[in-house]
C-alpha cells in the first residue's frame, strides 16, 4: 500500500523538519516521550497484525514487534522513572502519534494478502525512519548517559526488525 | 542440612565440569564462535531487553524462549559443528563447534 507508506514517510519528514529543521536540539524529556511513542505505535500496529494477519510469518512478526517493544518500553519507563524526568510531548512525538494512528486507519480498512503487505510496507518504511532519527538525532542530543545508553542498546533491534522486515517484503513481493 | 550436606559432599567429590557462557545483547550472540569439548556445559545469558532463543540449524538443540535476565544451560553432549540462531530474529547467526 503506496499511500500509507507515502503518508507515513511524509509525517516523519515533517516531524523532523518541524522539530529539528532549524537545528534545535530535543531535550531529554522529549526524546523519553518520542522512545515511548515510537514504541507504542508500532507495538498498536502489530497488535492488529497478531489478530488481521493471514500469511503466518507476518502474524509472527506483528507478534514479535509487540514483544520487543513493549520490552524496550519497560526498560524506557523503568530508566525515566529512576531518572526523574517526565516524558514531554514535542511536535515530533506528536507526529509519531498522528502517523501511528492513521496507519492503524489505513489499515482496518484492508484484509487478506493487502493488509500483509501494507503492513509490511510500513514497517520497513517505520524501522527505517526511527534508525535515521536515532542516528541523526536522538542520539547525539541525548545528554543523560544512561538515556544514551538505552538507545544505543535499543538499536541493533531496530536494525534486526528492518531487515526481517525487508525479508518479508520480498517474500510477500513474490 | 540434609540437602547442604548433600550438595557439599557432591561438590568435593566431582571435578567441576568446565562451564562456557554466552552473552546474548545488543542482537548478537557473544562469542559469535564457541569451541568446547564434549560434555561441557554452556550458559547462554539474555542481557537484551525482551526473548531470544538459541536454535541448532539442525535442531540438535533448541531453548525455545529465554526471557530478558534469563539464562539457558546446554551440555554438549555430541560432536560437531552447530551454527545456531535465534528464531525470533532471524540477523541473529553463531556457532558452536563440539570437539
Redesign the interface.
Known amino acids: 500500500m503506496k499511500f500509507a507508506y507515502a503518508v507515513w514517510a511524509g509525517t516523519l519528514m515533517l516531524a523532523a523538519t518541524a522539530a529539528w529543521g532549524q537545528g534545535a536540539k530535543v531535550t531529554d524529556a522529549q526524546i523519553a516521550q518520542i522512545v515511548v511513542t515510537a514504541n507504542q505505535v508500532d507495538i498498536d500496529a502489530g497488535k492488529l497484525a497478531e489478530t488481521k494477519a493471514t500469511n503466518p510469518d507476518v502474524k509472527a512478526f506483528g507478534q ?1 514487534m509487540v ?2 517493544h ?3 518500553n ?2 524506557a519507563v523503568e530508566l525515566v522513572t529512576k531518572l526523574h524526568v517526565t516524558p514531554e510531548p514535542s511536535a515530533t512525538s506528536q507526529a509519531l502519534q498522528k502517523g501511528g494512528d492513521e496507519n492503524l486507519a489505513a489499515l482496518k480498512k484492508l484484509s487478506g494478502a493487502a493488509f500483509d503487505k501494507a503492513y509490511i510496507d510500513h514497517e520497513v518504511a517505520y524501522h527505517e525512519q526511527v534508525l535515521s532519527a536515532l542516528d541523526k538525532t536522538l542520539i547525539p542530543d541525548a545528554t543523560n548517559a544512561d538515556l544514551k545508553a538505552l538507545l544505543v ?5 531496530f ?2 526488525h528492518l ?2 522486515a525487508k ?1 518479508l517484503q520480498a517474500q510477500l513481493g513474490k | 542440612m540434609l540437602g547442604s550436606a548433600a550438595l557439599a559432599s557432591s561438590s568435593a567429590a566431582e571435578p567441576k565440569t568446565k562451564t562456557h557462557t554466552v552473552v546474548i545483547e545488543n542482537m548478537q550472540f557473544n562469542p559469535a564462535t564457541l569451541t568446547v569439548a564434549k560434555g561441557e556445559r554452556v550458559v547462554w545469558v539474555n542481557k537484551d531487553l525482551f526473548p531470544h532463543t538459541v536454535t541448532a540449524d539442525n535442531k540438535a538443540f533448541d531453548s525455545k524462549d529465554v526471557a530478558a535476565n534469563a539464562s539457558w544451560t546446554y551440555v554438549a553432549a555430541k560432536a560437531g559443528e552447530y551454527p545456531y540462531g535465534c528464531t525470533l530474529h532471524p540477523t541473529m547467526k553463531a556457532k558452536l563447534i563440539v570437539k
Open positions: 514479535r514483544t520487543d513493549t520490552g524496550v519497560k526498560s542498546k535499543v538499536r541493533p533491534a536494525v534486526d531487515q526481517h525479508q
